[in-house]
T-cell receptor, first 113, second 113 residues
């Protein structure tokens, strides 16, 4: 069965420093993978997706993620954090039937000035 | 139009009330979804509609009743809810299988008193 594990429930960074949010996946094949962001009291916005094309995926707002099959990882990075990046981030994978998305538990990103 | 629109944004209802949540998309997507999200938790799948037919019901109590009148519209009818049903209800749509990702609405914040 498909699943994702977000390794950190909370990450704190200073404005202007790099961001790393970690996600490991479990799958019997190379899955599609997504990162979604949710700002307080808002819906979910797609940051980026991996669908077996390039392993380094660029998303919106300067975020990118690298699919590493050998490590079963899909970590989200950004070179320089901005205050507006403070939000909840979800790593997401489709279920095996491809009929629904399965969410990780989420990582709260805090950015201090 | 690349949006999923949910109304109302906020709803307070008593345990004996009947109310409905509405979701609309005009992207030509043929799959639509209802998710429930409690505070500090990831979204949990409730229902999936594919080509206007209910394809997945994740053992949701009958006090929640979904309806898909046409390919652009999805409703969630609420009756005799409990305070623990208070949550953010998210609607999403996708152009095909979940491997392509979803577009989410901004949600309805429901409070049951």
């Amino acid at each position: 069965a498909q699943s994702v594990t977000q390794l950190d429930s909370h990450v704190s960074v200073s404005e202007g420093t790099p961001v790393l949010l970690r996600c490991n996946y479990s799958s019997s094949y190379s899955p599609s993978l997504f990162w979604y962001v949710q700002h307080p009291n808002k819906g979910l916005q797609l940051l980026l997706k991996y669908t077996s094309a390039a392993t380094l995926v660029k998303g919106i707002n300067g975020f990118e993620a690298e699919f590493k099959k050998s490590e079963t990882s899909f970590h989200l990075t950004k070179p320089s954090a901005h205050m507006s990046d403070a939000a909840e981030y979800f790593c997401v994978v489709p279920n095996q039937a491809g009929t629904a998305l399965i969410f990780g538990k989420g990582t709260t990103l805090s950015v201090s000035s | 139009d690349t949006e999923v629109t949910q109304t109302p944004k906020h709803l307070v209802m008593g345990m004996t009330n009947k109310k409905s949540l509405k979701c609309e998309q005009h992207m030509g997507h043929r799959a639509m979804y209802w998710y429930k999200q409690k505070a500090k938790k990831p979204p949990e799948l409730m229902f999936v509609y594919s080509y206007e037919k209910l394809s997945i019901n994740e053992s949701v109590p009958s006090r929640f009743s979904p309806e898909c009148p046409n390919s652009s519209l999805l409703n969630l009818h609420l009756h005799a809810l409990q305070p623990e049903d208070s949550a953010l209800y998210l609607c999403a749509s996708s152009g095909g299988r979940a491997v392509y990702g979803y577009t989410f609405g901004s949600g309805t914040r429901l409070t049951v008193v």
